[in-house]
Each structure stands twice: as structure tokens, then as C-alpha cells.
């Protein structure tokens, strides 16, 4: 791939944002277009000053790290018209369960998912994988070597949030067995325990 104008390399990043389906990291926008971070982040900030105009529709978001263009949020009622024609099937109670568990556990495995809630769970995974929620965030160091399971930057902006330290924090539970990252991975039986809420997201 030959060198791109910085011009090019802008509008190259434009459309990555455009195209992608969640938000993309600094670093994959620098390999995309062979170029520095350093480079990236400059383009990033031409793309944000040319967004923030008044007569565009549209902005650039950072969360985390990771960009995405969004509609600006004066224009979000004509936005919301339209989604309530195309609104996607709201989570169920169960992925909701999975989801605050792994947002709050993170990274967790499926095991220790379902040694909290008490039932298998590899369908609400499977839901939250994929709508993108969810992500396999390498494997647990331990018998079996099982996935563990964390949050993506979708998660993030579907709550508003900029970083998971900006996540409620979680009621004062008693007698809440701590999760064993050594023990083998349970079986779909066993006590159900209490677990976290996840609040503005459903």
C-alpha cells in the first residue's frame, strides 16, 4: 500500500468509523492506514474540529481509547423516530443477569457466571456476544484453561459511560462466595446467590 496524503489518510479514517460496526482503537486505525499513533491521533483531532461544526450531523466519540461516529445529540429525536420503527428485541431478564455479573466480575469466566447465577448461561453469552457486548478476553490460567469473558466499548456507550470506572457501585452483599479463579468449572446445578444489577441498560 503506497504512503497517503494526509488528506487521504484522513478520509481513510472517515470511513473506517463510518463502516465499523463498533468502536475501533487507536491503534487498529494506525495499522489500518500504516501510519504512527501520534499521526492518527492529528487526523483524529482535523476529524473532530470539522464534526463539531455547527452544520454537521454527526460527531466523534472517544470512549476508552476507542473511536465511533455518532449523531450529535440535538438531532438524536429525529434518530429516535426512526429506531422506534427498527427497535431491536429488548435482553432478556437472563442476558441482563450475565451481562452485570460480567461487567462487574470482569474478566469472568463461564464457570464462575454460572456458579453465581445458578444456571447455565451459554445461551445469555451467546446473546451478548453477539450483540456486541460481550468479547472473549483470553483464558483463565487454570484447569481446562476456560474463556474469560469482558465487556467491549459497545457496552460502554449502550450506558453512556466513558470508562468502567464510572459504573454504579455495587450494594453491600453478605455471604457472597468469592470466585475461585483455580476451581474447575461447575456444572449448570447449584445455590443460587445474589447477583448485581445493572441499571440503564435493557
Wanted: charged share 25%; with cysteine.
Amino acid at each position: 500500500m503506497q504512503m497517503l496524503s494526509p488528506k487521504s489518510a484522513q478520509a481513510a479514517i472517515e470511513a473506517i468509523l463510518f463502516a465499523a460496526a463498533f468502536p475501533v482503537h487507536i491503534d487498529d486505525l494506525a495499522y489500518a492506514i500504516e501510519a504512527d499513533a501520534e499521526s492518527v491521533r492529528r487526523l483524529l483531532r482535523e476529524i473532530e474540529d470539522r464534526f463539531s461544526r455547527p452544520e454537521s450531523g454527526a460527531m466523534l466519540a472517544c470512549v476508552d481509547g476507542c473511536y465511533l461516529l455518532l449523531s450529535r445529540p440535538e438531532y438524536s429525536g429525529f434518530v429516535e423516530r426512526l429506531s422506534r420503527r427498527q427497535k431491536p428485541a429488548v435482553l432478556s431478564p437472563a442476558s441482563m443477569e450475565t451481562l452485570a455479573i460480567i461487567a462487574y466480575r470482569q474478566p469472568v469466566t463461564r464457570g464462575e457466571i454460572e456458579k453465581i447465577r445458578g444456571v447455565n448461561s451459554d445461551s445469555a453469552i451467546s446473546t451478548l456476544i453477539e450483540r456486541g457486548l460481550v468479547a472473549e478476553a483470553g483464558r483463565r490460567n487454570s484447569i481446562g484453561r476456560p474463556v474469560l469473558y469482558a465487556t467491549t466499548p459497545e457496552f460502554l456507550l449502550h450506558l453512556g459511560l466513558r470508562s468502567l470506572d464510572q459504573l454504579p457501585p455495587l450494594p453491600e452483599t453478605e455471604n457472597e462466595p468469592a470466585a475461585n479463579p483455580d476451581a474447575e468449572e461447575p456444572s449448570s446445578a447449584g445455590a443460587e446467590t445474589q447477583e448485581p444489577s445493572l441499571p440503564g441498560l435493557g
